[in-house]
Structure formats: structure tokens, C-alpha cells
């Protein structure tokens, strides 16, 4: 503990250091030159008052400060330990996505050019595998100043999240009702489908029918299939609800709504080798916008969160660390495919 104060008293010598600096700067340069290593227990508030006479303000802010760097965790009843030596970098952020789908590379890089060249980031994906997030949180726990997740809706997910501290815990994409206060920044599925598909019924109606891609054993959300069945009972819209598309089934004269992208770019290929028309032969439906949906075949009608909104303020989040719980807005981008 001597080391430590002696780092800490040497830091008085820099002309124009606050308080909160010294102490910030001091604990810094001692885990630097290896007078605390990975698991050591600073100093104690009472103890640096004792010592030091600084304000119990003044310290609590410099261990907030270390904390959200990734650098300090507390414990209860027990204090503030060191948890990681990587000094160098003010704020390691661990991000775990889905996959890096287009609308996820969007998030990815808005929110890296966000958060500046300060903020280290590391990505991990869960590929919408309960078990492999779990083993992921468990690998990153305790290691990263704050947490970004993705969540999977399965009945683990809560008991897995609920691990990490909520004070450096940002749930993205779309929610999860966990235990406890915390923030996050994500999508609605099922009242805002509904909306759209409400919003596109008298297109919809030009049609013989509506098909409906809905893969249960993949990230399809269930809230996007309720909607579905709600509008289509309402509306008396013939429809039917496949598991997957398959090549070369595109049907002439009907509607047909995916949320995978592979789907989509099937369905187009097969509308070239059929000689159909986007809009006029066959309808088609995307969810979550990205540029080459608004280009090719004169555009493709989504409906989509706006993902640069959401990177934007998680990495807002990130840099303030003011509590946000926000829901991004669903938007109908209508183009020429229906």
C-alpha cells in the first residue's frame, strides 16, 4: 500500500494536477509499474482521506472514473479492486452481436466512427446460440468497462445477462425483460408490423395472396408472426406461412415477405430467370433496410429500424454513461417492388 501512496504523492509534483487526477494518475502509474497487479485491493476511501485529506467527493469520482475505464471493479463489503493492468487504454467496451449481417455492420461502424479512437472495442457474436452467449458472457465478465449486448429471446437469456453489472450494461437491437434498472436501445417488432402491413393492405389486396417466410429455428422474431396472423385474420388476406424459401418457387401474382437476406436475394434471382417484375408479376417485402435494397430492381419496399440512430446513441451511452431506455422508431421505406 506504501508503493501505492508513494505514486500517488509523486503525482503532486505535476504542476496543475487536481486532486481527482493525482489520484486517478497515481493508482494509473502504479498498476503501470507494477506495484498493483490484476486482483490487488486499493486503498480504501477512509484510508486515502487519512492519508491524503482529500474530499470523500473527490475519491469516490476518481474510482467512478477507473471503473468506467474497465481498469477498477468494485465489490460489496469489500472495496475497490484492480481488474485490469491494460492502463494504456482508457475504456475497453465488449460488443456482442448476432452476426455481422449488413444492418449489424451499419450498427458496427457508426458506432466505432462514435465513439473515437479512446474506446477500445471488441466484438463477439452469439450467432443467435443460448449457448454460446453464455459462454461469451462468462469469458468477458469482469473484463471490459462496459458490456453492449444483443440479446437472444430464450427463457436463459435473463439468468445470463442479469450476471454482468447493470451500471455498465446497454441492451441493444431489440429487448429482453430482465431483473433490475437497466438501459437500453432496441427495435419493436410486433405493433410496428402490424402498422406496416396495415399501411400496405390495399397494396397488398392488388394481389392474389400474401406468403410469409418465417424461419422458427433461426432469429426470425415470434412478434413479427403474431402481427402477421393478426392482419391477415383481420383483413381476410389469403396468405400462406412457410418455413423457408426455396429456389425457383416464386409465385406470380403474389406477395412475398422475408426477413433473410439470402431469401431476398434468391427470390430476385428467380424473378430474373421467370422474367417477373418487382411490383407489377410478384410482390415483394424486406425487413431492414440497407443501401443495395434501396438500388437494385428499382428498389425493394422494407420497413426498418433506423440502425444508424440506434449505434448513434449507444455509443452516446458509452462516452456519457447516462441511462437511456429507448425504443428506435419503425419506418415504411416504400420502393417499387410493392
Not at 457508426?110 to 452467449?133: A, E, M, T, Y
Amino acid at each position: 500500500m506504501n508503493d501505492v501512496f508513494k505514486e500517488i504523492y509523486e503525482m503532486e509534483s505535476v504542476s496543475g494536477v487536481s486532486k481527482h487526477d493525482q489520484l486517478v494518475n497515481g493508482i494509473l502509474n502504479a498498476i503501470q509499474n507494477k506495484s498493483l497487479g490484476q486482483g490487488d485491493l486499493l486503498p480504501s476511501v477512509n484510508n486515502l482521506i487519512n492519508e491524503f485529506g482529500f474530499a470523500r467527493e473527490t475519491i469516490a469520482k476518481a474510482y467512478k472514473d477507473l471503473v468506467k475505464r474497465g481498469i477498477v471493479e468494485s465489490k460489496n463489503r469489500v472495496g475497490f479492486y484492480v481488474s485490469n493492468c491494460d492502463v494504456k487504454q482508457h475504456l475497453k467496451v465488449a460488443l456482442v452481436l448476432f452476426a455481422f449481417d449488413a444492418f449489424q455492420e451499419t450498427f458496427y461502424k457508426v458506432f466505432r466512427s462514435k465513439v473515437g479512437k479512446g474506446v477500445h472495442i471488441d466484438v463477439f457474436f452469439h450467432h443467435n446460440n443460448i449457448d454460446v452467449l453464455e459462454s461469451t458472457i462468462q469469458n468477458i465478465r469482469g473484463r471490459y468497462g462496459l458490456y453492449v449486448v444483443a440479446p437472444i429471446p430464450h427463457k436463459r437469456t435473463a439468468g445470463i445477462l442479469e450476471t454482468l453489472p447493470m451500471d455498465k450494461f446497454l441492451m441493444i437491437d431489440r429487448y429482453e425483460k430482465i431483473s433490475g434498472d437497466f438501459s437500453f436501445i432496441a427495435q419493436e417488432f410486433e405493433r410496428s408490423s402490424y402498422r406496416v402491413f396495415e399501411e400496405l393492405c390495399d397494396t397488398i389486396r392488388q394481389y392474389d395472396g400474401m406468403v410469409y417466410y418465417h424461419r422458427p429455428a433461426a432469429d426470425t422474431p415470434i412478434e413479427i408472426l403474431h402481427a402477421f396472423k393478426a392482419f391477415v385474420k383481420k383483413y381476410k388476406i389469403k396468405h400462406d406461412i412457410r418455413a423457408e424459401y426455396v429456389a425457383g418457387t416464386l409465385e406470380k401474382g403474389k406477395v412475398h415477405f422475408t426477413i433473410n437476406n439470402t431469401e431476398l436475394w434468391s427470390m430476385l434471382k428467380d424473378c430474373k430467370v421467370k422474367k417477373l417484375k418487382p411490383g407489377k408479376d410478384v410482390g415483394i417485402l424486406s425487413h431492414n433496410d440497407e443501401v443495395v435494397k434501396e438500388l437494385i430492381f428499382d428498389g425493394i419496399t422494407t420497413y426498418s429500424a433506423d440502425f444508424k440512430a440506434m449505434a448513434e446513441k449507444a455509443a452516446e451511452f458509452v462516452l456519457t454513461r447516462k441511462k437511456i431506455q429507448e425504443i428506435i422508431p419503425t419506418v415504411l421505406i416504400r420502393r417499387k417492388s410493392l
